[in-house]
T-cell receptor, first 115, second 110 residues
């Protein structure tokens, strides 16, 4: 199994630009999670989907952030416009429904730097 | 109060030492408990689940105290390769997201 795939692995952009992060979950997994990790705040859940439907987006910091899951094999997290405080590592994770929480798998992350 | 609290460390220990990490959680409805390991610039990965009766996996022992809402991880005979950040994680059910602590950083020194 290829595992959770994220792209790009690194992104450097300037303030005000649009950033799109991509995730391909493990095939057959029903849940998809987007997390953000910083030294100050640790690992924060931004939003999660079940069967492509957003379930809880209360962790999305503000309207500049949006996430979509158009099908079971693809999700995007978009930041528009980006700001320096958005610099962080963004992880995508997936899990199969009916499996227990320890079956959650993370992708390698996207390291975002906003200048 | 944070849902899951850990001492951030760092813990700097010599090879062969025994080190213990503690974690407290605020939601008494939490049902499942885990320790994840995160290497520098990598994603978190499951280290071990934590069972009510306590469990051991080689040099690693996890304990749960539901009455005190407290979880621990003990590492015996530390190796250089144990250097990482250890994340305490709780779950309320099989269909809710995991809740992560901010992690405890361990450095094992030769």
């Amino acid at each position: 199994d290829a595992g959770v795939i994220q792209s790009p692995r690194h992104e450097v952009t300037e303030m005000g630009q649009e950033v799109t992060l991509r995730c391909k979950p493990i095939s057959g997994h029903d849940y998809l999670f987007w997390y953000r990790q910083t030294m100050m705040r640790g690992l924060e859940l931004l939003i999660y989907f079940n069967n492509n439907v957003p379930i809880d987006d209360s962790g999305m910091p503000e309207d500049r952030f949006s996430a979509k899951m158009p099908n079971a094999s693809f999700s995007t997290l978009k930041i528009q416009p980006s700001e320096p405080r958005d610099s962080a590592v963004y992880f995508c994770a997936s899990r199969k429904a009916g499996g227990w929480a320890d079956t959650q798998y993370f992708g390698p992350g996207t390291r975002l730097t906003v200048l | 109060r944070k849902e899951v609290e850990q001492d951030p460390g760092p813990f700097n220990v010599p090879e062969g030492a025994t080190v213990a990490f503690n974690c407290t959680y605020s939601n008494s409805a939490s049902q499942s408990f885990f320790w994840y390991r995160q290497d520098c610039r990598k994603e978190p990965k499951l280290l071990m689940s934590v069972y009510s009766s306590g469990n051991e996996d080689g040099r690693f022992t996890a304990q749960l105290n539901r009455a005190s809402q407290y979880i621990s991880l003990l590492i015996r005979d530390s190796k250089l390769s144990d250097s990482a950040t250890y994340l305490c994680v709780v779950s309320y059910s099989g269909n809710t997201p995991l809740v992560f602590g901010k992690g405890t950083r361990l450095s094992v020194i030769a």
